[in-house]
């Protein structure tokens, strides 16, 4: 996934028409030829002519990203007065790697790049931390669009997102770059109100955000062709906040009326998170009800421009969602389904590179079907064709752990640690220390866990996690404990 909650990742217009000329850009059909008749039909000798054939019109490459140098990005966006796209990714996330490989590329978004500097950064790395302390990113990938005068947030989406849809965020940020240097865009306008919201949530404010969501939604009306980015926004905001009453209730409100490739499926999976964190158990289940009954409509009909990625999320939420409810048969048969598009998917990638967007989510199917071996084998192949990756022999490593084969968990998740950097290598030192513990070796995970907390206040602001620190001391100081009960006796 791509998010710390069961949001997928997470993440998921129309202003004004001053950028339709963008849209033009794509080369148009040719125009039809009329029928004919018995008047307009040529004569014999013309008839046999053969037509001209038509030039093919060149093809269009797929849009070059500036990579993990958003100094350069900013500075380019700046002198050439074009707004910037950020990609917010991370090489362990299974959707960004599906964005990559099936929607980033495609050719209809590059006339885009008149008027747009794309770039794209690891979250991992820490010469992008400066823009993390800016910008909060809590669901992978996370698509900003910035101003390139202020640098302010003009643009946003959060998670999975089909060709159309990122067309239209991209368009919408640029017609709003366009209105506001024209004046021409009142501050109640519901579209405006929209990207204040999201300026504020990428910047942890919340309440701030909750507001202007509400504004905007509320001025937008039913019809407002923004209104389930919004709905998706202000739900993410409330979780964001721990307000889980209000976000069961405005889940439930909405969860049958949003709209898309990916946003319905995340609104559920959204609503499932806040049923999980409420305090009432009948709230729950009901929250709980709704979002099942609408990832099974998803399922049953998936949007027509989902992708692989998002019909098997889709079936594994709602697996979530079954199990959760007590229907521990019908998850099973959801996972199923799950892993059945998720095979299919990987045996069409034309790389490695491609089917490996899929492993997160066939190894943890394969092993709640207790199906791990089967995991473990497509692991050890992934492991071989990417041998620089450090992400399958880390996933390789849960999935042995699961399986009670440590000592051979314990080897993998070295080999991730040793090519791991940043947050996620963190991570996988917490992994070694749960593997080290369950084998005993209470010296070996001291000294990971201290290299753990030591790791998380190293790590640069943008980067830093309280709770994930909080989280590192406090399993410090619990095997600290441990170990000296064991010397006393």
Known sequence: MRHPAPLRVLAPAVLVPAALALAACAPAPPPRAPARTAATSPPPAAAAQPAPRPEPAPARPPLEFIRDDLPRAREKARAEGKALFVDAWAPWCHTCLSMKHHVLIDPSLRPFADRVVFAEIDTDRPENAPFLEQHEVTVWPTFFLLDPVKGEVIGLWRGAASVQELRDVIRDALQLMDAQAASALPADAPDRLLVEAKRAQSAGAYAAAVAAYERALSGGGRDWSRRSDALLGLLSTLYRKKDAAACVALGEAHVGEVQGAALPADFASLLLSCAAAHPDPSAQRAAREAAVARLRSIVERPPADSSADDRADAWGLLAQGLAALGAVDRARAANEAKLAVLERAAKEARTPDAAAAYDYGRAMAYLSLSRGEEAVAMLEQREAQMPAAYEPPARLAQVLHAMGRD?????????????????????????????????????????????????????????????????????????????RGKKRR
Not at 414 to 419: N, Q, S, V
Not at 422 to 450: C, D, F, N, S, V
Not at 453 to 471: F, H, I, N, R, T
């Open 407 to 483: 000592e051979e968990a314990l080897s993998a998740v070295e080999r991730a640690i040793a090519r791991g950097y940043g947050p996620r290598r963190l991570r996988y030192l917490k992994l070694r220390g749960e593997i080290q513990q369950k084998l005993g070796r209470g010296a070996e995970q001291l000294a990971t866990l201290r290299e753990e907390v030591a790791g998380y206040e190293a790590l640069p602001k943008g980067q830093a996690s309280k709770a994930a620190l909080d989280d590192a001391r406090r399993r410090l100081a619990e095997a600290e404990k441990a170990q």
